[in-house]
């Protein structure tokens, strides 16, 4: 059978899709996407294991088509065809594509060679689609990266009555961000940290329906379906570390306090967890590193509440701006004391987010 | 001393210089500036070994003053200054930096510490610089970039009376840029691949300076002086491999020819030369490619002469593209026939370039 598809809409919806698929696996069947033609629309699915997508886009297809092909060879050559334009001819072994004066036979192989997915046709939640990434983007960087507990690289979902919390730690900082809005379901979750950004990166605009299932999410949104494999394990009893009664607390500007913080820590050494000290008094925020090749300083008026205390404390400077990240205008840092209690980062524009960053033991 | 200067000023001239230093090296004074402050300007010098660097800026300096300090972190600093002016301030073992509410103190050596590098003050050769820059810039690609006998890594400048030629080879790939402009040196050159690129880089309006002396070019433009060490070793007789008699040649647009060439190769096999084929036949020049995921393959109507003979060739996909990269418009392809003898590139725009590539063998 034959098709022709714009361009445009091919590469954009393999984009999605490619993404995921592994550039090399033990499992050949996961170096392809499958692709099912049918019904005005074709679609086109990929797996990594952690996530399974779909992704369609509509197209004028008579008959019906179920094949599979390389993920990425096949999204390198769409994304330079030359026309607007595409011919896709499935023949018995080979895929034609042509654009222009351009062509092209790929190998196809049987539907069967792909990974098995099967995406939920019912949905029992659902949630705005904006909002759910704000939500999600707000903490995904407080999850640890690697060489930790599982738990610590995912992020949690808290689906209750009424509300939807992500909260994400690694044992160092935290990050929650609270949505008054009911996906509808009730549950725990904990998703992982990789699965979250691919997740964030295929919300838009409009309503997400969600789907519960064993070890398993699914999301449904617009031309996007995709199962995200859930961890296990027991996610840290994170609220009672969040301090509740703070000395002293400054307000300011989050991008002006971020910017000092990455400029004095360049003479910070890094393999002294990359040390900033922050030192208040009567209003002034001084913020200090120091590491072999000199000294640097910086100083900022902020608004202090308590003012009859001074505090000195010192962060990894990169934990410090992470957690600065989600604020686009005044931020408030709030201090509980000692330099072992933690401190907390509100957004004084948004009661939603809530970061905790613990200060580095000083000598 | 205190002096106090433009942060872009700063910035950009001290970019030059950092870019050369070695982030890593044996011999710790490399990794050092140093900066001479004097006569109305602020001098900065750097070395990596195959070229020593000198740039200066304007200001307003009182007195003087030799110094180094550690290249990379004072170049970082420099780059986030918060305010459009710096002082810079030279204590007894620290270089005090301020700009707005920011300050560091950065270890300072003696200038003794930094390589000792000289300039000369006369120059008996000059050329523009523009022309001196697009000549070498159009034969660098085809120098060989490792693994190979030294001089192929070079491009030799051939200086002589009325004619300036840049040419590079690897051996399976040549390209030359005739200037006809003279130096007023007569000389022939070799200078390492990697120091023209810095050499380009400083290339603006004007005029430049040249200056040779034992294994050194020395080289004056504007506000930089730069020596570049030379090669020894013999360059190839290359005129000799150049065809003179081509059965057929095609022309047509080089970007266009490029960029379908980059199309088609993208099914080539990386493993086997990365093999595209072309075919020339009444007028019509069909490029094809194949691998293991399949085949692809692209028509161009052509420009043709010699038009009672096809040519069927094969060559490397991104030699083929490095030689079309310094042709904006139209370029003639020349084929001297069987398939190891080589093909010339020609600039129908600027008879100055020529490129030769040596196809592969096939069959």
């Given at each position: 059978?034959?098709?022709?598809?714009?361009?445009?809409s091919?590469?954009?919806?393999?984009?999605?899709?490619?993404?995921?698929?592994?550039?090399?696996?033990?499992?050949?069947?996961?170096?392809?996407?499958?692709?099912?033609?049918?019904?005005?629309?074709?679609e086109?699915?990929?797996?990594?294991?952690d996530?399974?997508?779909?992704?369609?886009?509509?197209?004028?297809?008579?008959?019906?088509?179920?094949?599979?092909?390389?993920?990425?060879?096949?999204?390198?050559?769409?994304?330079?065809?030359?026309?607007?334009?595409?011919e896709?001819?499935?023949?018995?072994?080979?895929?034609h594509?042509?654009?222009?004066?351009?062509?092209?036979?790929?190998?196809?192989?049987?539907?069967?060679?792909?990974?098995k997915?099967?995406?939920?046709?019912?949905?029992?939640?659902?949630?705005?689609?904006?909002?759910?990434g704000?939500?999600?983007?707000?903490?995904k960087?407080?999850?640890?990266?690697?060489?930790?507990?599982?738990?610590?690289?995912?992020v949690?979902?808290?689906?209750?009555?009424?509300?939807?919390?992500?909260?994400?730690?690694?044992?160092?900082r935290?990050?929650?961000?609270?949505?008054?809005?009911?996906?509808?379901?009730?549950?725990?979750?904990?998703?992982?940290?990789?699965?979250?950004?691919?997740?964030?990166?295929?919300?838009?605009?409009?309503?997400?329906?969600?789907?519960?299932?064993?070890?398993?999410?699914?999301?449904?949104?617009?031309?996007?379906?995709?199962?995200?494999?859930?961890?296990?394990?027991?996610?840290?009893?994170?609220?009672?570390?969040?301090?509740?009664?703070?000395?002293?607390?400054?307000?300011?500007?989050?991008?002006?306090?971020?910017?000092?913080?990455?400029?004095?820590?360049?003479?910070?050494?890094?393999?002294?967890?990359?040390?900033?000290?922050?030192?208040?008094?009567?209003?002034?925020?001084?913020?200090?590193?120091?590491?072999?090749f000199?000294?640097?300083?910086?100083e900022?008026a902020?608004?202090?509440?308590?003012?009859?205390?001074?505090?000195?404390?010192?962060?990894?400077?990169?934990?410090?701006?992470?957690?600065?990240?989600?604020?686009?205008?005044?931020?408030?840092?709030?201090?509980?004391?000692?330099?072992?209690?933690?401190?907390?980062?509100?957004?004084?524009?948004?009661?939603?987010?809530?970061?905790?960053?613990?200060?580095?033991?000083?000598?």
């Amino acid at each position: 059978m034959k098709v022709l598809v714009p361009k445009k809409s091919l590469a954009d919806t393999l984009a999605h899709v490619e993404r995921i698929v592994p550039t090399r696996s033990s499992n050949p069947g996961l170096s392809l996407v499958r692709l099912d033609l049918g019904d005005g629309a074709v679609e086109i699915t990929g797996s990594n294991m952690d996530i399974d997508i779909r992704a369609r886009f509509p197209a004028d297809v008579r008959g019906s088509e179920s094949r599979a092909v390389t993920a990425h060879l096949f999204a390198q050559v769409v994304r330079v065809l030359p026309a607007e334009d595409v011919e896709l001819e499935f023949g018995e072994s080979e895929l034609h594509i042509a654009s222009g004066n351009y062509t092209t036979k790929l190998q196809l192989v049987s539907a069967a060679s792909a990974p098995k997915l099967s995406f939920p046709n019912t949905h029992s939640g659902q949630i705005d689609a904006a909002s759910l990434g704000r939500t999600l983007s707000s903490v995904k960087y407080a999850a640890a990266v690697a060489d930790y507990q599982a738990v610590f690289r995912g992020v949690k979902l808290e689906l209750k009555d009424g509300k939807t919390r992500a909260v994400a730690t690694d044992g160092f900082r935290l990050a929650y961000y609270d949505l008054d809005l009911s996906t509808g379901l009730a549950a725990d979750l904990i998703v992982p940290a990789r699965s979250v950004d691919e997740l964030v990166k295929v919300l838009g605009d409009g309503d997400v329906k969600l789907a519960l299932s064993e070890g398993q999410l699914s999301v449904e949104h617009g031309d996007y379906a995709l199962n995200l494999k859930l961890m296990d394990g027991v996610f840290p009893d994170y609220e009672r570390v969040i301090p509740q009664a703070f000395p002293v607390s400054i307000s300011l500007s989050a991008p002006r306090l971020a910017e000092a913080v990455s400029r004095v820590a360049l003479m910070a050494d890094k393999s002294a967890n990359n040390r900033v000290d922050l030192f208040i008094k009567d209003g002034v925020l001084t913020i200090t590193a120091e590491g072999s090749f000199g000294r640097s300083q910086e100083e900022i008026a902020v608004s202090q509440e308590g003012t009859d205390s001074e505090i000195a404390l010192a962060y990894n400077a990169k934990y410090l701006m992470d957690a600065l990240g989600p604020v686009g205008g005044e931020v408030r840092l709030s201090f509980s004391g000692s330099s072992s209690s933690p401190s907390v980062v509100t957004d004084l524009a948004d009661a939603s987010y809530l970061a905790m960053v613990v200060p580095l033991r000083t000598g």
